[in-house]
């Protein structure tokens, strides 16, 4: 059974920086893409940064985000990385993690439950 557990999520306050990550079992993760996506209540799932598999990383980071946040892996541990810089409010959320169905481009398999991050002072 896969499953995938996302953590890091806190308060944190504006200007401020978090790592999330996202673990795995059941899968290696180093096998397969693997994205994050956020999404506010009542509003719809945003898609944040994704990552490929195989020797050349490629990353792609929402335009919205780019300058801010980085998605990284770590292949030893089985993690994915979401790294946060200088938050805003509107960056407010539930973070997922999802696995990609290698091929597809933009399908996901799997997804975690989510870790929220909240951006206040």
């Known amino acids: 059974q896969v499953q995938l557990v996302e953590s890091g999520g806190r308060l944190v306050q504006p200007g401020g920086s978090l790592t999330l990550s996202c673990t795995a079992s059941?899968?290696?993760?180093?096998?397969?893409?693997m994205a994050w996506f956020r999404q506010t209540p009542g509003g719809e799932r945003e898609f944040v940064a994704r990552?490929?598999?195989?020797?050349?990383?490629?990353?792609s980071v929402a335009d919205s985000l780019k300058g801010r946040f980085a998605i990284s892996r770590d292949n030893a541990q089985n993690t994915v990385s979401l790294r946060m810089n200088s938050l805003r409010p509107e960056d407010t959320a539930v973070y997922f993690c999802?696995?990609?169905?290698?091929?597809?481009?933009?399908?996901?398999?799997?997804w975690g439950r989510g870790t929220q991050v909240t951006v206040s002072s």
């Open positions: 999802a696995l990609g169905i290698p091929g597809t481009g933009d399908q996901y398999e799997y």
């Open positions: 059941g899968r290696t993760l180093s096998n397969y893409p």
């Open positions: 990552i490929n598999t195989g020797r050349v990383i490629i990353t």
